[in-house]
């Protein structure tokens, strides 16, 4: 018996039937079998199903005489299921590369519950990806199941079939199956959550819900909208065919209205001459089923006034949101003005050259080069008094205690940036900044560049989509100093920011701690990840992709890279900074993370904490090699996807040529680096020293005190010998990193 049961309803969809079934085949949980009911359909989907089921004997099709319709197609292939779970897949869906796996593991922790309830993106056809809004409700339902009464907040999620699998013992106990009709995952869904006994979630996107340009049924403006009062009242028959789930009527109620009215406010389902109807029947269908006694939503009142009254709120509403955008617009225009004279007045006044204002990664905190600049300024220069530019009052409650700040646009940011002597920033500053005679602007940048920059990003129109070159050039015009640890970044800034400044040879002041920190520093942070003392940490940071939309793509599996590290180790995973609020950590880092498998450090503010913590990093393209290799730590770059990261990124040297550590171009090359011992082997620490003495030239450990003296102080650097401690131990060359079962 399998696990899984895939029921694959089809009808006109043979230019995405292929993917569809790709995604289910191809994953690497197999214990399923795969139902595809052609639903009479007139394009080529028999033959495609005929074609995948001839090769693959997991996979049957069931060829319909009629078109039946999507619900009745699933029920069709429910009695050829059995598998312990009933997944129902639209067949212009995809799954997400070891969501099946990441399903199976779930079931198996909690002991297989009636119903699974996981995360899902939509991709839409114009290439963006957006993960579900509600993501956290899945994430703070817990560890183990419980019942809709008891986290009613389940249901506020998308009420469809497929963003679930089910226990097929149960539905078969409960009889349930799909009805007729436009709107068949509303009498599905509502009774299966009344009565499951054990829900559990999974924090995981394991689907990817098409946003088709066209050919949606439920986009299309049509009568069949109508079909979802009848579909209601099933639902609402159930109900009362079950009096111990009586409680959920006043729920029902409220959720009937609520998606009733929200059809209608949709300009693209009913035709405008029928929208007067349907909002007569949901108001008969709303007054005939409201329970006695029960409230009505404020929201919901509109149903109980008429259609008239109705049109006129939404004309109200309308008009209210003009009113706040003109308000705003004016409002805008006149702050703008009077800004403006206040900028002119505070302009003619000399700069406070006690004044340095720092902002870092867009203005999210004290972080990166310019926080070890602040900290050193407090540290030898304390009459400077440092502002921090932070974005809004959130980022402000991260900052640590006593940090003065002013946030991004408010007056108090104004009046700071028009009268500091100072400023260091590792991005450009906003355009209203002006740059103020004496005053000295203080470029860090973020590392070492491997992929193109600046200037030279007009070559890559697909690198510098949304990124306005020359209005980056002039912003850049504005720094006197930019600051370089090695003299490839000095050649490649000069080339790349083609401005006025000058190349100050400080080294990275983020990096001084990876030169001055001991041992004690790397074991606090290994404590507070939860990593064994005893363990190898092996840190893996990709970086992002500019040839896919959003960024992410996963070039190696977190899951099974853990695995088969075995006991002994712990893998700690870092995201580029740019998709940690996206959907990459939704495609399985998270339940990874949950479940103990690895740790994702995505959202740790300091990376220098996580280098030094790490016996040993694997990376691809990332800029985080150039910092590791100062302690002298091994290094791996996988680098499968060279080829069409350079082509649309570009790159200053070629890395697979010039690495600081062994390259792997596939993930078995990968595996007999790490099983070999060959990923610490005397040829590893070779490219190391090379990489090391070409990149590290100027990072001694003094870089922020060498940008407080000479460049905000005016002062000479004195003279310092600097010892660099010796990196922490790591695993002998002839002992097995990885252990294979």
């Known amino acids: 018996m399998p696990r899984f049961s895939v029921i694959i309803p089809c009808f006109k969809v043979q230019g995405f039937l292929r993917e569809c079934l790709d995604s289910v085949l191809d994953q690497s949980y197999r214990d399923i079998e795969v139902v595809a009911v052609n639903d009479c359909s007139p394009d080529g989907c028999g033959a495609i199903l005929d ?40 067949s212009d869906d995809t799954l997400t590369p070891g969501a099946l796996r990441a399903m199976a593991d779930r079931l198996d922790e909690t002991g297989d519950p009636d119903v699974l309830v996981f995360d899902y993106a939509r991709t839409y056809w114009w290439g963006g990806t957006r993960r579900n809004a509600l993501a956290h409700v899945l994430a703070e339902a817990g560890e183990g199941t419980f019942t809709a009464a008891e986290r009613p907040e389940i249901l506020d999620l998308l009420m469809v079939v497929w963003n679930k699998v089910y226990r097929r013992g149960f539905t078969e106990r409960e009889g349930f199956a799909f009805p007729p009709g436009y709107y068949e995952d509303t009498p599905w869904t509502f009774p299966v959550m009344f009565s499951a006994e054990r829900i559990a979630t999974l924090d995981r996107i394991c689907l990817n819900y098409r946003q088709r340009r066209s050919g949606n049924i439920l986009s299309t403006t049509s009568r069949k909208h109508f079909d979802i009062h009848e579909q209601y009242a099933r639902v609402f028959a159930f109900v009362d065919a079950r009096p111990h789930l009586a409680h959920w009527r006043p729920f029902l ?177 906003p355009g209203t900044v002006a740059k103020r005679p004496g005053s000295v602007h203080i470029h860090t940048h973020q590392g070492t560049p491997l992929k193109f920059m600046g200037a030279d990003l007009l070559g890559k129109p697909g ?102 590290l075995g006991e002994g180790h712990t893998l700690v995973v870092r995201l580029h900074p740019s998709l940690a609020t996206g959907h990459a950590r939704g495609m399985g880092l998270a339940e990874l993370h949950r479940r103990g ?44 996807d060279w080829g069409a990261y350079t082509a649309s990124r570009g790159a200053y040297f070629d890395i697979t040529a010039n690495a600081p550590g062994h390259v792997s171009r ?74 294979f079962s």
Request: hydrophobic letters at 40%.
């Open 51 to 90: 074609e995948y089921a001839a090769r693959d004997e997991r996979m049957r099709v069931l060829h319909l005489e009629e078109n039946v319709g999507l619900g009745r197609a699933r029920n069709a292939g429910m009695p050829h299921a059995t598998g312990d779970y009933l997944f129902f897949l639209d």
């Open 253 to 429: 109620h409220a959720k009937m209205g609520e998606h009733c009215l929200d059809i209608l406010s949709k300009p693209d389902r009913l035709p405008p001459a029928d929208k007067a109807e349907f909002f007569r029947r949901t108001a008969e269908m709303f007054r005939a089923h409201r329970p006695p006694g029960a409230p009505v939503p404020p929201e919901l009142r509109v149903l109980e006034r008429g259609h008239t009254a109705y049109r006129l709120r939404r004309q109200s509403e309308r008009a209210g949101r003009a009113l706040v955008r003109r308000t705003r617009q004016a409002g805008g225009a006149a702050a703008g003005r009077l800004g403006r004279v206040r900028t002119a007045v505070n302009l003619r006044r000399p700069l406070d050259t006690d004044l340095a204002v720092y902002s870092a990664f867009s203005h999210r905190g004290v972080l990166g080069d310019p926080a070890a600049v602040y900290r050193k300024a407090r540290e030898i220069a304390p009459h400077l008094r440092g502002v921090w530019v932070v974005r809004d009052e959130e980022d402000a409650a991260l900052l640590p205690p006593d940090t003065e700040h002013v946030i991004l646009g408010s007056a108090a940011y104004r009046r700071v940036t028009e009268r500091a002597a100072f400023f260091v920033n590792n991005v450009n500053w």
């Open 463 to 564: 690198a510098r989509h949304g990124l306005d070159v020359p209005q980056m050039l002039r912003r850049a015009d504005r720094w006197d100093y930019s600051l370089v640890a090695n003299r490839h970044s000095e050649l490649v800034w000069e080339r790349a920011y083609p401005c006025h400044f000058t190349s100050a040879r400080t080294g990275s002041p983020r990096n001084d701690v990876l030169v001055t920190a001991g041992p004690e520093h790397g074991r606090r942070v290994r404590e507070r990840l939860g990593v064994p003392e005893d363990h190898t940490m092996v840190l893996y940071a990709p970086t992002r992709r500019d040839y896919r939309r959003g960024g992410h793509v996963e070039r190696i599996d977190p899951a099974r890279l853990a695995a088969d």
């Open 597 to 640: 498998v690895v740790v994702d450090a995505t959202d740790e503010p300091h990376v220098e904490d996580l280098l030094l913590a790490a016996d040993l990093l694997i990376t691809d393209y990332s800029a985080l090699m150039f910092d590791y290799a100062l302690l002298d730590r091994p290094i791996v770059i996988h680098a499968d």
């Open 666 to 739: 596939s993930y078995r090359e990968l595996a007999w680096l790490l099983t070999s011992g060959a990923w610490c082997d005397e040829e590893s620490a070779r490219l190391r020293s090379v990489f090391r003495a070409r990149f590290g030239e100027y990072d001694d450990g003094r870089a922020a005190e060498r940008v407080v003296r000479t460049l905000m102080l005016g002062e000479a650097m004195p003279a310092s010998a600097v010892t660099v401690p010796a990196a922490r131990a790591v695993p002998a060359a002839d002992r097995d990193l990885l252990s």
